[in-house]
């Protein structure tokens, strides 16, 4: 009776176990390296994000800080998402140009983190 357990044990059960811990083991190495693949990515920039009501007006928006300027433009819908900004202080500058008539708009101290998007709401020029 003893050698027919030592016999199970040797062929059924101990395989059973090791393949259980190397499945085991190679799931928990591909949840590390997804983790590790996520975060590689680090973020580099911060962004700005908001919409402008300015009929049949042409948009510019300029982020200034010191020497750096990042500009970007407004979607048809009068929406913008502009990256690129380095972390800081920045004036905003909202431009609606219309019939060679430009009105403007200006944020002051818009804190920009990197990582992060900063909403600057809705603007209504006319």
Not at 5 to 22: D, E, N
Not at 90 to 99: M, N, P, S
């Amino acid at each position: 009776m003893i050698w027919k357990l030592s016999i199970y044990l040797l062929l059924v059960a101990l395989p059973a176990g090791v393949f259980t811990s190397v499945v085991d083991v190679k799931e928990t190495r591909d949840n590390i390296s997804s983790l590790i693949a996520e975060n590689a990515e680090e973020k580099t920039d911060g962004a700005i994000m908001g919409s402008i009501i300015a009929p049949n007006a042409a948009i510019t928006i300029k982020g200034i800080n010191g020497n750096k300027t990042v500009k970007g433009t407004t979607n048809d819908k009068g929406e913008f998402f502009i990256k690129g900004f380095s972390e800081g202080i920045y004036k905003v500058i909202v431009e609606a140009e219309k019939d060679t008539k430009t009105e403007s708009y200006t944020f002051d101290d818009v804190v920009i983190k990197i990582g992060e998007v900063t909403a600057l709401g809705t603007v209504t020029i006319e």
